[in-house]
T-cell receptor
C-alpha cells in the first residue's frame, strides 16, 4: 500500500529564512506527488505537483519541490519565507489502482504546521 | 465562480441520528472524493467517485455511505453516527483521472461533532 510520511509535525522559522519541509513516500511504481497548503479555517490549495520529467518543479507562491527517486523523497522548499506562509502543509501521493473501477486514490501525509516568527 | 460547496459547515449531533453532508461542484468534474481530517493523521480518504453511479471505498469507509446520482453532487451519509466520527470533513473534485494526476479542488470543510 502506498504511504506518505512527513517527519516534522511542527516547524518554526523566522521571516526571511529559508524553508525545507520533508516528505517521504512509499510506493512500488512511479508516483504522482503533490504538495497542498491549508490556511487556518480553509480547504486545501494545490502548491505544486510532479508527474514525470524534470525532477525540480516550481509551484505557486515561490515554492519548489524536488523529486528524488533514490531517496523516495519530495521535499518542499522556499528560499525566503513570508509571514503569510504560516499554514499547514500536506504532501500527497497518487496512483492508479488495478482492476475494476478502483482507479483513483490519493494518500496524504500527516501534515506539517509552519509557524513564521517576525 | 468555480467552487466546491459543502453543507452544513458546522454540525453538532447525537449518536445514532442519521445525517447527510452535501457536496456540490460547479466545474463539471468527473472525480469527487470525501476526506476526513484528524489531528496528527492528516487527511484520510473515505470514498471517491470516478463518475456518475461509480463509487469506491477509500482508506476509511466504515460507517459512511455515498451516492453519485448526478455529476455535480456527492453527498456523504452517516447512517448511525458515533463519537469516533467527530472530525473535519472535506469534499474535493477534479477532472477525470485527474483525480489522481491533477489538481483537487477542495470545499471549505464541514466540522462534525457527534455527542
Amino acid at each position: 500500500a502506498q504511504s506518505v510520511t512527513q517527519p516534522d509535525i511542527h516547524i518554526t522559522v523566522s521571516e526571511g529564512a529559508s524553508l525545507e519541509l520533508r516528505c517521504n513516500y512509499s510506493y512500488g511504481a512511479t508516483p504522482y506527488l503533490f504538495w497542498y497548503v491549508q490556511s487556518p479555517g480553509q480547504g486545501l490549495q494545490l502548491l505544486l505537483k510532479y508527474f514525470s520529467g524534470d525532477t525540480l518543479v516550481q509551484g505557486i507562491k515561490g515554492f519548489e519541490a524536488e523529486f528524488k527517486r533514490s531517496q523516495s523523497s519530495f521535499n518542499l522548499r522556499k528560499p525566503s519565507v513570508h509571514w503569510s506562509d504560516a499554514a499547514e502543509y500536506f504532501c500527497a501521493v497518487g496512483r492508479l489502482a488495478a482492476g475494476g473501477t478502483s482507479y483513483g486514490k490519493l494518500t496524504f501525509g500527516q501534515g506539517t504546521i509552519l509557524t513564521v516568527h517576525p | 465562480e468555480a467552487q466546491v460547496t459543502q453543507n452544513p459547515r458546522y454540525l453538532i449531533t447525537v449518536t445514532g441520528k442519521k445525517l447527510t453532508v452535501t457536496c456540490s461542484q460547479n466545474m463539471n468534474h468527473e472525480y469527487m472524493s470525501w476526506y476526513r481530517q484528524d489531528p496528527g493523521l492528516g487527511l484520510r480518504q473515505i470514498y471517491y467517485s470516478m463518475n456518475v453511479e461509480v463509487t469506491d471505498k477509500g482508506d476509511v469507509p466504515e460507517g459512511y455511505k455515498v451516492s453519485r446520482k448526478e455529476k455535480r453532487n456527492f453527498p456523504l451519509i452517516l447512517e448511525s453516527p458515533s463519537p469516533n466520527q467527530t472530525s473535519l470533513y472535506f469534499c474535493a473534485s477534479s477532472f477525470g483521472l485527474a483525480g489522481v494526476t491533477g489538481e483537487l479542488f477542495f470545499g471549505e470543510g464541514s466540522r462534525l461533532t457527534v455527542l
